[in-house]
């Protein structure tokens, strides 16, 4: 079992930053493709960016897309989620997510364990 937890989350007027992390407990961590999802009410859970077992490999959706960026510190267990250039359109709760897979996806049903999620609120 694996037991991701989000940390970091909280309020931001709009142009700041924010970093997110997220510690997971359990398996070994440097096994897990790790990914971030938000989401908002009444709409899908959508992927953010994910990192594949190394850190070597990123992806982004095209929102975050040189404004956040993912990274990971194996020996820490921790994943991270630095998100500058924030705008109202990015208020959401933010999961983090991890996957015993070998690939990156960016689908949620392609993750296994899941937190309970960090608000993240941008205002103008």
């Known amino acids: 079992q694996v037991q991701p937890v989000e940390s970091g989350g909280g309020l931001v007027q709009a142009g700041g930053s924010l970093r997110l992390s997220c510690a997971a407990s359990g398996r070994s961590f440097s096994r897990l493709v790790m990914g971030w999802f938000r989401q908002t009410a009444g709409k899908k859970r959508e992927f953010v960016a994910g990192?594949?077992?190394?850190?070597?490999?990123?992806y982004y959706a095209n929102s975050a897309k040189g404004r956040f960026t993912i990274s990971r510190d194996n020996a820490k267990n921790t994943m991270y989620l630095q998100m500058n250039s924030l705008k109202p359109e990015d208020t959401a709760v933010y999961y983090c997510a991890a996957d015993r897979g070998y690939t990156v996806g960016d689908v949620p049903g392609t993750y296994d364990y899941w937190g309970q999620g960090a608000q993240v609120t941008v205002y103008s």
């Open positions: 990192i594949n077992w190394t850190g070597e490999s990123t």
